[in-house]
């Protein structure tokens, strides 16, 4: 054989060698071998405990910019320039998550928070953290879980995010380009410790409580607007109070409504968590309006749990926020219109906790559910991007990942969490058949899950443990010609989902779950 062939031979070799072992490594399982199967059912309880905190996690040193031609896209062409604040020489951003790649934090409008709510019955310990963030992946979710101190006890951790908009990238995909990592390695440490610290501190300050519920079903529904037909909306705001027994103090409030935080839209630079910030707000230190108190607050920690958004439930530029007391229109996307969001869904929870419709609840058990499933990695696009290290996530098995499915409840009330942004018609019903969809198939995702929910309150909390995009109704799936409502492209949701056969499984997951729950 000729020396140049052997040669040629042997470097096709050695790049073979080089190719399978970066692909195994790329597509390595973080956490071999981890599985979550929790069946807890509660025992005779006369008190539950709970305790709530709340840690900043808001970055605190980063080189800010200049936007000079106000595009939201950093360029030294376009005559943006940037503040070297560690001297350098170099550009070392904050890449916000969320609509387009190349989007630097220039600043910050309001804090960021981990918020955690720890339950404790006597027989199990639940914790609850929600952090301002568009997501938090599964790996990263059993790495905090792997790093809790075992004296705290903690039975079952959930961490959810509340999806907004205007956060550092945690999960990649919106770094300075479509081909770069956009994840800050420091500041994913940083969030890690404060939701370590968070459980903490609500594990600390666990005492005797009894809790207060409320439903407002669609006072909220002008906030919020759909942007894919069928029309159907989370738009119901569930509220659990959780009151101290020995003080009569609130402790914390749990709100859950289902829209995305991203009013403020793509042309915001500044780090934000956008309504839920003037919501939370408003909820603990009640609502003044010239130097008038309207509503008193209730104090103590509130926590806000974004539920369906999936369609997408969003507040559009073309959506207008009326302020519920000045009567003024806020069109224009900035901080006004936060503000007033923010306001009103505060007043219908204030006015919820003051009316004669509120159930108390003065003791009650714990009963959790959680399971970790496998899930079909279908999409293509998805896939390069965890060979290249846009995603840093491997497999589980063959083109599968592990994500996870909780149920609990407490008293009147059950609460389902899954891993993505699920469309509301699989939550409340509404599930169509439209021409043109890929599959010409009746809806299988029936019934809808809130349906078959027990209790009186029914929370429904989407982006906990993972962060998987969108759950499209396989039956509404839409990637080919011709396209379902007279679209002329295909909708946004399948571009950003794993595939068609997400929904149906974690459809039947949650269902087994409820039903063992029951």
């Given at each position: 054989?000729?020396?140049?062939?052997?040669?040629?031979?042997?470097?096709?070799?050695?790049?073979?060698?080089?190719?399978?072992?970066?692909?195994?490594?790329?597509?390595?399982?973080?956490?071999?071998?981890?599985?979550?199967?929790?069946?807890?059912?509660?025992?005779?309880?006369?008190?539950?405990?709970?305790?709530?905190?709340?840690?900043?996690?808001?970055?605190?040193?980063?080189?800010?910019?200049?936007?000079?031609?106000?595009?939201?896209?950093?360029?030294?062409?376009?005559?943006?320039?940037?503040?070297?604040?560690?001297?350098?020489?170099?550009?070392?951003?904050?890449?916000?998550?969320?609509?387009?790649?190349?989007?630097?934090?220039?600043?910050?409008?309001?804090?960021?928070?981990?918020?955690?709510?720890?339950?404790?019955?006597?027989?199990?310990?639940?914790?609850?953290?929600?952090?301002?963030?568009?997501?938090?992946?599964?790996?990263?979710?059993?790495?905090?879980?792997?790093?809790?101190e075992a004296s705290l006890n903690i039975d079952y951790l959930i961490i959810s995010s509340t999806h907004v908009h205007s956060s550092p990238d945690l999960m990649g995909m919106w770094g300075v380009n479509e081909y770069s990592n956009g994840v800050?390695?420091?500041?994913?440490?940083?969030?890690?410790?404060?939701?370590?610290?968070?459980?903490?501190?609500?594990?600390?300050?666990?005492?005797?409580?009894?809790?207060?519920?409320?439903?407002?079903?669609?006072?909220?529904?002008?906030?919020?607007?759909?942007?894919?037909?069928?029309?159907?909306?989370?738009?119901?705001?569930?509220?659990?109070?959780?009151?101290?027994?020995?003080?009569?103090?609130?402790?914390?409030?749990?709100?859950?409504?289902?829209?995305?935080?991203?009013?403020?839209?793509?042309?915001?630079?500044?780090?934000?968590?956008?309504?839920?910030?003037?919501?939370?707000?408003?909820?603990?230190?009640?609502?003044?309006?010239?130097?008038?108190?309207?509503?008193?607050?209730?104090?103590?920690?509130?926590?806000?749990?974004?539920?369906?958004?999936?369609?997408?439930?969003?507040?559009?530029?073309?959506?207008?926020?009326?302020?519920?007391?000045?009567?003024?229109?806020?069109?224009?996307?900035?901080?006004?219109?936060?503000?007033?969001?923010?306001?009103?869904?505060?007043?219908?929870?204030?006015?919820?906790?003051?009316?004669?419709?509120?159930?108390?609840?003065?003791?009650?058990?714990?009963?959790?559910?959680?399971?970790?499933?496998?899930?079909?990695?279908?999409?293509?696009?998805?896939?390069?991007?965890?060979?290249?290290?846009?995603?840093?996530?491997?497999?589980?098995?063959?083109?599968?990942?592990?994500?996870?499915?909780?149920?609990?409840?407490?008293?009147?009330?059950?609460?389902?969490?899954?891993?993505?942004?699920?469309?509301?018609?699989?939550?409340?019903?509404?599930?169509?058949?439209?021409?043109?969809?890929?599959?010409?198939?009746?809806?299988?995702?029936?019934?809808?899950?809130?349906?078959?929910?027990?209790?009186?309150?029914?929370?429904?909390?989407?982006?906990?443990?993972?962060?998987?995009?969108?759950?499209?109704?396989?039956?509404?799936?839409?990637?080919?010609?011709?396209?379902?409502?007279?679209?002329?492209?295909?909708?946004?949701?399948?571009?950003?989902?794993?595939?068609?056969?997400?929904?149906?499984?974690?459809?039947?997951?949650?269902?087994?779950?409820?039903?063992?729950?029951?």
């Amino acid at each position: 054989m000729k020396k140049w062939l052997k040669v040629s031979l042997i470097l096709l070799l050695a790049l073979a060698v080089i190719f399978i072992s970066y692909t195994l490594y790329q597509f390595r399982d973080r956490h071999k071998g981890y599985e979550v199967d929790i069946k807890i059912n509660a025992a005779h309880s006369e008190e539950i405990k709970a305790g709530f905190s709340k840690v900043d996690i808001t970055p605190t040193y980063f080189d800010t910019w200049t936007d000079h031609n106000g595009d939201a896209r950093f360029s030294e062409k376009d005559g943006d320039v940037y503040q070297d604040r560690n001297g350098n020489g170099q550009f070392d951003p904050i890449y916000l998550a969320g609509f387009h790649q190349n989007r630097p934090a220039s600043g910050v409008n309001d804090p960021l928070w981990a918020r955690t709510m720890v339950l404790d019955d006597g027989n199990s310990r639940l914790a609850l953290c929600v952090i301002d963030m568009i997501g938090f992946g599964h790996d990263d979710v059993v790495n905090v879980r792997k790093r809790l101190e075992a004296s705290l006890n903690i039975d079952y951790l959930i961490i959810s995010s509340t999806h907004v908009h205007s956060s550092p990238d945690l999960m990649g995909m919106w770094g300075v380009n479509e081909y770069s990592n956009g994840v800050n390695a420091d500041y994913l440490e940083f969030v890690m410790k404060g939701i370590l610290e968070s459980v903490e501190s609500a594990t600390n300050v666990l005492e005797p409580a009894y809790f207060r519920f409320a439903v407002d079903e669609d006072t909220a529904h002008p906030l919020v607007g759909d942007t894919r037909d069928p029309q159907v909306f989370d738009a119901s705001i569930q509220i659990m109070q959780a009151v101290s027994v020995k003080e009569g103090r609130t402790l914390g409030t749990l709100m859950n409504w289902g829209n995305h935080p991203e009013t403020l839209w793509s042309g915001n630079t500044m780090i934000s968590s956008d309504f839920p910030h003037y919501f939370r707000e408003y909820v603990e230190n009640g609502i003044m309006e010239k130097d008038s108190l309207k509503l008193e607050g209730m104090g103590g920690t509130s926590i806000f749990l974004n539920g369906a958004l999936g369609g997408l439930m969003t507040t559009h530029p073309s959506l207008p926020v009326v302020d519920p007391y000045s009567g003024e229109i806020f069109q224009e996307e900035n901080n006004d219109k936060i503000d007033a969001q923010g306001k009103a869904l505060a007043k219908i929870v204030l006015e919820k906790l003051i009316s004669d419709s509120v159930v108390e609840v003065k003791n009650g058990n714990l009963n959790i559910r959680a399971k970790s499933i496998e899930l079909s990695l279908d999409n293509k696009l998805f896939r390069l991007a965890a060979w290249i290290g846009i995603f840093k996530r491997g497999l589980s098995s063959w083109w599968k990942i592990r994500s996870e499915v909780a149920v609990w409840n407490l008293g009147p009330a059950s609460f389902v969490h899954i891993p993505g942004e699920l469309y509301p018609e699989i939550l409340n019903g509404g599930i169509e058949l439209p021409e043109g969809a890929d599959f010409g198939i009746e809806p299988i995702e029936v019934p809808a899950i809130r349906s078959v929910m027990p209790g009186q309150f029914r929370f429904f909390n989407g982006m906990s443990n993972d962060m998987i995009g969108y759950i499209v109704p396989k039956s509404q799936w839409d990637e080919k010609p011709p396209f379902t409502y007279g679209r002329e492209k295909r909708p946004y949701g399948e571009i950003n989902s794993l595939g068609p056969e997400t929904a149906p499984v974690l459809h039947r997951v949650v269902l087994e779950l409820l039903e063992d729950l029951r």
